[in-house]
């Protein structure tokens, strides 16, 4: 499945008349450049599960980082790394 499709499914599933209003999803461009991903946890089944830091820096145009901070799955990378990121949460989410 499209990840992009995948995670509209995802974000329909998480909204219950509540959960939309305060939380959400934000996909951004950064000025390294690169995106940065933001996706709450908070109400969700998610918001305890472990989730092992992933970093790596090869440069400019090779890095990634994606971690759970302040009940929020943050992911950022280079412009290549949009899928990844996305990918790596879908991969976290589906191994439950």
Known sequence: M?????????????CDGDWEHLYGVKIDNIDNPGWSVSIDLVDTSLINKEFDKIRYDYGDDNWLICQIKNNKFEGAGDPSKLVEILTIFKQ????S
């Open 2 to 14: 499209d990840i992009l499709l995948w995670l509209q499914k995802w974000y329909q599933d998480q």
């Open 92 to 95: 976290w989410v589906e191994n």
